[in-house]
């Protein structure tokens, strides 16, 4: 009998031991592209490693770590083809191990590609209803930026007190994937299409008209973190170490 319990000890260790190794791989997989030296890595993991006293963060091993066990998708500096990606890749993958958990996006940017990221707000949108979707800006969510900020569940939209917010009408020379294809579709119509569709992201997020949010965006109007909360583009205003309180180390 005695036999039997040690040997039943040694198999429930074998298989937690197992457990353990997939998990780590899995972890492993799903940063190997995040773990490209791309500019935006290595300003968010300076970010997280400096800013959360509480949490040792000395080594990108432990920033990945970090990253996966608080579901956090860092958005930081120009949002290109590649960088927009990543964090389409980072949202589909929490997503897929826990449906039901939530997804902390972390915001620091000036923007960038426009299409790319009306394919990660489609993919936010999508999943929104099942995962939870909280959006942090930290310093500045400009351009591309906002429209992810706003793509957050209902008072999950949050904002340091310090944070800046642009909104503005799309412009040609942003459009890389529109030019290449100049010659086979119309510029202008396609142009237009795409300003249609960020104010209409924007109105329905805020409770504005189309007509309120194409006049701010035509203006390119920046917003101080009350403004965004009184125009309706954030729920919430609170510091980074508030927000950060119940992340684990």
């Keep these: 009998m005695r036999r039997k ?6 198999l429930c260790f074998f298989v937690c031991t197992i457990k ?27 970010f997280f490693k400096d800013s959360l006293s509480n949490i040792n963060i000395d080594s990108k091993e432990k920033f990945y770590s970090f990253l996966w066990k608080n579901r956090i998708v860092p958005i930081f500096g120009i949002m290109d083809d590649y960088s927009c990606k990543i964090i389409g890749d980072l949202i589909l993958l929490y997503y897929k191990e826990n449906q ?13 590609s426009l299409v790319s990221t009306l394919g990660i707000y489609d993919l936010i949108y999508m999943i929104g209803d099942d995962c939870e979707i909280s959006t942090y800006a930290y310093g500045v969510a400009a351009s591309a930026a ?37 010659d086979t579709i119309d510029i202008n119509k396609d142009l237009t299409s795409f300003k249609k569709e960020v104010y209409q992201i ?9 007509g309120e949010i194409q006049n701010y965006c035509e203006k390119e109007t920046w917003f101080a973190a009350q403004e965004a909360l009184d125009f309706g583009i954030i729920n919430k205003t609170c510091t980074w ?5 119940s992340f684990v180390p």
């Design 20 to 46: 353990g190794q997939i998990k780590k791989s899995k972890v492993d997989s799903i940063f190997n592209q995040y773990k490209v030296e791309l500019p935006q890595t290595s300003t968010a993991y300076k």
């Design 146 to 182: 906002a429209i992810l900020l706003v793509a957050g569940n209902k008072d999950k939209r949050i904002a340091d007190p310090c944070a800046r917010i642009l909104i503005h009408s799309p412009r040609l020379g942003e459009h890389k994937e529109i030019k290449e294809c100049e």
């Design 241 to 245: 170490a508030e927000y950060s309180k």
């Design 5 to 10: 319990y040690i040997i039943l000890l040694v």
């Design 202 to 210: 924007i109105g329905e997020r805020t409770g504005h008209t189309i």
């Design 100 to 112: 039901q958990k939530g997804i902390s996006i972390i915001i620091n940017s000036i923007g960038g």
